[in-house]
T-cell receptor
Framework: GENVEQHPSTLSVQEGDSAVIKCTYSDSASNYFPWYKQELGKGPQLIIDIRSNVGEKKDQRIAVTLNKTAKHFSLHITETQPEDSAVYFCGKSGGRANSKLTFGKGITLSVRP | NAGVMQNPRHLVRRRGQEARLRCSPMKGHSHVYWYRQLPEEGLKFMVYLQKENIIDESGMPKERFSAEFPKEGPSILRIQQVVRGDSAAYFC????????????????FGQGTRLTVV
């Protein structure tokens, strides 16, 4: 129930194309789903998150969708740019007292100029 | 409002020494998480603490590792008698109290401490 599965493990796209990264989870109690971006040598940075009472959230070129029934959520990046190249982690938490924040294994996104 | 502060950024220890990693959460945050990251691997959960209380330490190795988050001062991750396999980046994240107590608040990360055991 604690695991978050993230796939693919690497993704390469052409600059300007869209990128979609998907995560699945098994704990139906989870109600908070953040996405983090980690650049080389730095700490993970929160880029967007979603709670289970909504199905989609958008912030400029980034959007996250959540399907609670199927227990998966996805990060969508449109009009990708070389600076989007990084490792992206999906996480989950919430829904029960003292719930901890756990992550998938990360996806390395490469945007080819 | 300063972000999560971790120090030192880099730490070199000889095998058998002790390593102390410090994490000062963001102002107003009462929850701290510690994660370990090996090269080209994900963020592995270690421990979740609130002030003066360990909430979940299911990811901590049973021996040599301990963590605390005192009423005053930073959270400390302590590794005794380090071995080469402890070499990794250790990240701390902090979050505010969840209004419903259900752990659904944003967590912010520090820049990490990179531990090298020689």
């Amino acid at each position: 129930g604690e695991n978050v599965e993230q796939h693919p493990s690497t993704l390469s796209v052409q600059e300007g194309d869209s990128a979609v990264i998907k995560c699945t989870y098994s704990d139906s109690a989870s109600n908070y789903f953040p996405w983090y971006k980690q650049e080389l040598g730095k700490g993970p940075q929160l880029i967007i998150d979603i709670r289970s009472n909504v199905g989609e959230k958008k912030d400029q070129r980034i959007a996250v969708t959540l399907n609670k029934t199927a227990k998966h959520f996805s990060l969508h990046i449109t009009e990708t740019q070389p600076e989007d190249s990084a490792v992206y982690f999906c996480g989950k938490s919430g829904g029960r007292a003292n719930s901890k924040l756990t992550f998938g294994k990360g996806i390395t996104l490469s945007v080819r100029p | 409002n300063a972000g999560v502060m971790q120090n030192p950024r880099h730490l070199v220890r000889r095998r058998g020494q002790e390593a102390r990693l410090r994490c000062s959460p963001m102002k107003g945050h009462s929850h701290v998480y510690w994660y370990r990251q090996l090269p080209e691997e994900g963020l592995k959960f270690m421990v979740y603490l609130q002030k003066e209380n360990i909430i979940d330490e299911s990811g901590m190795p049973k021996e040599r590792f301990s963590a605390e988050f005192p009423k005053e001062g930073p959270s400390i991750l302590r590794i005794q008698q380090v071995v080469r396999g402890d070499s990794a980046a250790y990240f701390c994240a902090s979050s505010p109290l969840s209004p419903g107590g259900l752990g659904d608040t944003e967590a912010f990360f520090g820049q990490g401490t990179r531990l090298t055991v020689v």
